[in-house]
């Protein structure tokens, strides 16, 4: 039988008992190591490379996350977190592997299962896109990271997705960049549509961010809400995006600068 080597990392004596407690029964798993903080965690995920950590999320010095921010061996990883259910929904649709406290021993084994087949998240600096991932709805949030640092970033903020080389980059209405590992027609068939419109082969754009558009030599110039950066359409691209508004007539909802047609909402 394989054999697992596992870390515990939790800020609370008896859930770590009480994990390696219920562990004890699965001959393959060898526990390794365990912390109570986050530079606990590191200095022992560092020191024993294990196969796999069991990780809480809310931690003395920080979050689970910030325990993978700047580690760059590859190990396996099952979150444990006591958040609400609304929480949850964000590592559901990011296809983060995770236990909720107190510890049910059927999902216990299901990721004892999935550690042991190798078939669980690798945190490898990218966001982990598996079959597990859910469809998003808009008040979802995406699991972002940037240069090591994890977080959570609400989908409705983002106003574009296009693609970056073998990337693509998420773009944020306070015009922030994030880049992901997905290409763009993962993040079609996740997305809800509406508001997310695909326009062509390289961009996504969250129409429910749109103040309005004006022509350009060969297309259109988009602008978004909050003061994010417009973008330049072509003409296929461009005719699409007026054909989405047109299907949807109503009232200007903002008047935009001079010479800028309004978006019809």
Known sequence: MKSIRIVIADDEPLARENMKDLLQRYPEVVIVGEAGTVDEARKVLRKTRPDAVFLDIQMPGGTGFDVLAGLDQPFQVVFVTAYDEYAVRAFQVNAVDYLLKPI????LARAVAKLTDGNSLVFRGQLHEGPDALPFRLDDDVLVNEKGRYFFVPLRTVYAIRAYRNYTEALVSQNQTYLFRQN????HARLPAPPFL????SLIINTDQVIGWQSRERGLEVLFQGGAASLALGRAASERFKKSFAEQPSVAREHPAPGIQPRLT
Do not use: A, Q
């Open 184 to 187: 763009l027609k993962s993040w």
């Open 198 to 201: 695909r326009l062509d082969r």
């Open 104 to 107: 049910d021993r059927d999902l």
